[in-house]
């Protein structure tokens, strides 16, 4: 028997029939990282929350996985869905959780409604593919968590970004030296290449993207994301950081469900 991530459910009290929102959490995160989306969702929605492999109460879920792809995990993500019975999801997802969201989507695109994306990472410049590179051989020395550490405090520099990056590491301490490998094992050479295939091609869908003006490693790359492809609507959000959902929950919960509930 397969063994099912674990996962929370919250059904609409009085439509049954509410279309259903998957959430999907970052690298370090888990179910919690939308605690602050869970009041005003449930108002409208259906809503699924999942912990990835290897994070909070799936912790020990894919013990026996040596290695970790975005295909595995999108594949982990849908066996939940067809657990639940759920046929059809609007995908909502933060930071890395993106990437693993457009993964379902390339898998099962007729069951995926829409994607919203809260600081999405799309793609990696010339910075960024020397930070990772250089990030992962100073974690084998300094150890994973450090490495997280040092990570939040790097992409969420600001003060008026404290409480996302307290959020951010406290999750991230959870893993096990053994997860934080399995997971940084992604984002080496293979992820320009994954990004390119997920990100660089038309997806019909609609997707919506919720990106900080203060997301100083994602933004450029995001806005060059959004000219190119007419499916895909952006909003940069003044003062903020990389994590949108968690920095500006009331301003992302708002344009969020407006979009999502489609024009009235």
């Known amino acids: 028997m397969k063994s099912l991530l674990y996962y929370q459910t919250f059904e609409h009290p009085e439509n049954p029939n509410a279309d259903w929102v998957l959430f999907i959490h970052g690298a370090g995160g888990s179910t919690a990282t939308w605690k602050k989306q869970l009041e005003q969702y449930k108002k409208h929605f ?113 003060k008026n970004h404290e409480s996302a990056r307290k959020v951010f590491i406290r999750e991230a301490n959870a893993l096990t030296d053994e997860e934080y490998r399995k997971w940084t094992a992604m984002y080496g050479k293979e992820l320009d290449s994954k990004l390119k295939s997920l990100f660089g091609i038309h997806q019909n869908v609609p997707i919506y993207i919720l990106v900080g003006k203060e997301d100083h490693f994602f933004l450029a790359s995001t806005k060059r994301y959004a000219q190119l492809f007419q499916s895909v609507k952006m909003e940069i959000i003044e003062r903020c950081g990389h994590l949108v959902s968690l920095e500006k929950p009331g301003t992302f919960n708002e344009k969020s469900i407006a979009f999502l509930q489609g024009p009235k």
């Open 46 to 158: 259906n809503l699924l929350l999942i912990d990835l492999p290897g994070h909070a109460q799936s912790a020990k879920s894919c013990i026996d996985i040596p290695k970790y792809s975005f295909e595995f995990i999108a594949e982990k993500c849908w066996e939940v869905l067809d657990h639940l019975q759920i046929q059809k999801v609007h995908a909502v997802a933060v930071s890395l959780g993106s990437i693993i969201s457009i993964q379902m989507f390339d898998q099962q695109p007729h069951r995926i409604s829409s994607l919203v994306f809260s600081g999405p990472i799309i793609s990696l410049d010339l910075k960024l593919r020397i930070f990772l590179r250089s990030g992962l051989m100073l974690a084998k020395i300094i150890g994973f968590r450090n490495f997280y550490k040092m990570m939040a405090k790097i992409i969420l520099p600001k």
